[in-house]
């Protein structure tokens, strides 16, 4: 136990991104005027305590082994490369429409993983394309992101109204994921690395993980989501201890980080006359502000500033979920697959599909309009 709390510190310490946020947070501290006693009020303390919840329990059902049983019976009916590619894709963005793609992330990526362990999978390439999956999924429904739930409670659009203006949209992106899916997943058939014999589950652990899924995404849902962890961490503290300090605990502290950084990146003096001038902008401008806004500053917290000065337009709608796509910071739910991941290249590697994915998502998004 001790030697597993060592390791986390050591993990979160050499941590580069978390580094990078850190010293961007000290440097913008210098040119705003708030006081180091506000930063708290900035961040946003519920998504904090639902990541870290979703967090422990992902990892809870890991550790109780029956991921690798899912993950050879999986294998067992779809044992070609491209099937299960188009399966898991498809799943991650079926998933997110009604899960929020964060939430599909975390069932998604570490049954992925699994795979790794089971066959010669490229399991690099499949949570990339899981990541862009969830991005697309996600923005069919008012409930799918964060964005949109933002969105569709300043449109004043009813829940079938505010899908049937993404539908095109998704219904677009998803064909266009799927065939590029089929065409860098080979069809050759899935090589087993490891025996399919069972190996030993941790029954009760899964069944305590399952029913707190249950409880806690209610307590997320009416407005508790304190009580609903503080249910979390009782449990694992009986059941399983080391779960505790098994999870990443260095995404908490980033996106705790870029809450901060990204308050005090909008409070600076010189943003100040593009900010006023933003409630002037036309279709077009509002389009590519919120896709370049969320590549610097990620989407979610991009929605939330132009919604201050411009309605919960279509097109709003449409620029910030495409703007998901580009850089990693685009959307939360990229860097928390990157972070699962835990593969260094893999960072490179989604660049590689995701900027390409922004200009075809932006070019599209833009005909639809």
């Known amino acids: 136990m001790l030697n597993l709390l060592r390791s986390t510190f050591r993990n979160i310490l050499r941590d580069r991104l978390l580094i990078f946020l850190l010293a961007a947070g000290v440097i913008l501290a210098f040119y705003t005027p708030a006081p180091l006693r506000e930063y708290p009020h900035w961040i946003d303390w519920p998504t904090i305590t639902t990541l870290l919840g979703l967090l422990l329990l992902t ?42 793609n964060d939430v599909a992330l975390f069932i998604v990526v570490p049954l992925t993983i699994t795979l790794k362990k089971l066959s010669a999978l490229p399991v690099t390439r499949l949570i990339i394309f899981e990541a862009l999956a969830v991005n697309v999924g996600s923005l069919l429904t008012p409930i799918g992101n964060p964005q949109n739930i933002l969105l569709w409670n300043h449109s004043g659009l009813s829940f079938g109204s505010f899908i049937w203006q993404m539908l095109p949209l998704a219904g677009v992106l998803i064909c266009v994921l799927l065939l590029v899916t089929l065409l860098c997943f080979p069809a050759k058939t899935i090589r087993p690395l490891v025996s399919h ?14 029913l707190l899924y249950v409880l806690f995404l209610i307590s997320v849902d009416v407005g508790v989501p304190y009580w609903g962890l503080l249910a979390v961490f009782a449990t694992l503290l009986w059941l399983a201890p080391k779960v505790i300090l098994m999870v990443d605990w260095a995404l908490i502290l ?10 005090l990146f909008t409070q600076l003096p010189v943003l100040l006359p593009l900010t006023e001038s933003m409630q002037h902008l036309s279709t077009a401008g509002v389009y590519a502000s919120g896709i370049l806004l969320s590549q610097l500053i990620s989407n979610v917290p991009a929605t939330i ?17 495409i703007g998901g796509f580009g850089f990693a910071l685009g959307s ?17 590697k989604f660049h590689l599909f995701s900027i390409p994915a922004l200009a075809i998502s932006a070019a599209l998004g833009w005909l639809l309009l």
């Open 59 to 100: 990892k809870s059902v890991e550790v109780s082994g029956y991921f690798d049983w899912l993950g050879r019976k999986i294998i067992a009916r779809l044992n070609s490369e491209r099937t299960l590619a188009l399966f898991m894709v498809g799943a991650s963005a079926l998933l997110s429409t009604f899960l929020t």
């Open 197 to 210: 014999a069972d190996n030993h589950c941790q029954r009760r652990l899964l069944i305590a993980c399952v």
């Open 254 to 263: 980033i996106f705790i980080a870029m809450f901060i950084d990204v308050k």
């Open 305 to 321: 500033m132009l919604l201050g000065f411009i309605p919960a337009s279509i097109t709003l709608a449409y620029a910030v979920n």
């Open 332 to 348: 939360m739910a990229n860097l928390i697959a990157l972070r699962m991941a835990n593969e260094k290249r893999i960072w490179l």
